[in-house]
């Protein structure tokens, strides 16, 4: 009796610690729960939802979301995955949208050749890139308040481009960039799949990539082993800056022109996405291949959503709930709460 109650004492605390690794695991889990929940409603109830051709209009939407999403995640890595304190450029929409300003006022209006837009729009998300980096890095403002700022002033500029009217841009290399397809899919998405596979490779497998997630996952310890922290986090911002204006090349391919307002949904869509992604990763951490990932699972649930007619407010609460639930359960396992 005696060893049997000794034998029960000792497998307790293993069963009590299996309980806690499950519901961990439950946790992390609840918001792509969630979403394969909303999905395969979706595919029930929504009309043509799994068709091919529905399925390309998703792909063809998710790219300038996805691009995005793969900036922030470079962000992210470097800086760390805290919100707060972490990495974090919510000012990629922006810079974004005024490439997407920049590229339109210049096929329009300037007449400019498309290697001088090029540099207009490459030498504008940089600079702008730079502002963010020295904010951080050198001024040492918490990230998500400096490029908030930050965010605010390109949407000014952009602003003052366009005189908040819509550029329409009826280029013939943008448009076949936007119709054309090779092999079944969109020339927009084998160019998404290029940028995928280039940031795939520069931070997975290079030493730079590998220095920049050493950064991101213990600062302390990487400034020890002689990493130059600030360096590596200013290129980050950089990089991601580089990301936008190409994303900002596939809105004015999506849309035929600029448009005022497209960067509040695609900031929402952004957040929503780079970290629902992490639910695909083994250590619950922000990567470029669930940032690809994130960013398709958000462009169906609109686009399901769009094919059963709901309220395009509706939409929004929906994507702002799930956004809450994303953050809610990161600050839970970061905190150790489960």
């Not at 390309?56 to 979301?65: A, K, N, S």
């Not at 951080?136 to 003052?160: H, M, Q």
Request: glycine fraction near 10%; hydrophobic fraction near 55%.
């Amino acid at each position: 009796m005696s060893q049997l109650s000794h034998s029960q004492l000792k497998k307790k605390p293993h069963g009590g610690k299996s309980f806690l690794l499950n519901q961990r695991q439950l946790v992390d889990n609840i918001p792509i729960l969630l979403f394969a929940a909303l999905l395969l409603f979706l595919s029930v109830q929504a009309p043509y939802f799994l068709g091919w051709q529905n399925i390309t209009t998703i792909l063809r939407q998710t790219v300038p979301l996805a691009i995005l999403c793969f900036g922030l995640v470079c962000v992210v890595t470097g800086g760390g995955d805290d919100v707060v304190s972490g990495g974090i450029d919510i000012s990629l929409p922006a810079i974004a949208v005024l490439g997407a300003a920049i590229i339109s006022e210049g096929l329009t209006h300037q007449g400019a050749g498309y290697l001088t837009i090029a540099l207009w729009a490459i030498g504008a998300s940089l600079l702008a890139g730079a502002v963010n980096a020295v904010l951080v890095v050198w001024v040492k403002l918490p990230p998500l308040l400096a490029t908030l700022a930050t965010s605010v002033a390109f949407i000014g500029i952009t602003n003052l481009i366009t005189q908040q009217r819509r550029i329409s841009v009826t280029d013939s290399a943008i448009v076949a960039f936007r119709d054309n397809r090779y092999w079944g899919l969109p020339t927009a998405v084998w160019f998404m799949l290029i940028i995928f596979a280039v940031l795939l490779f520069v931070l997975y497998r290079t030493r730079w990539g590998l220095h920049l997630q050493a950064s991101g996952g213990n600062r302390e310890a990487a400034e020890m082993s002689g990493l130059s922290v600030k360096r590596l986090v200013a290129q980050s911002y950089l990089l991601a800056a580089l990301t936008a204006v190409l994303a900002a090349l596939a809105l004015v391919a999506r849309g035929s022109g600029s448009s005022p307002g497209t960067e509040e949904s695609l900031l929402l869509e952004m957040v929503l996405a780079t970290f629902i992604g992490s639910a695909f990763s083994r250590r619950r951490v922000v990567t470029i291949g669930g940032a690809l990932l994130g960013a398709l699972l958000v462009n169906a649930l609109s686009n399901g959503l769009a094919l059963l007619r709901v309220d395009i407010f509706w939409v929004g609460a929906i994507k702002g709930a799930l956004i809450l639930l994303v953050l809610a359960t990161s600050a839970l396992k970061s905190r150790g709460r489960y």
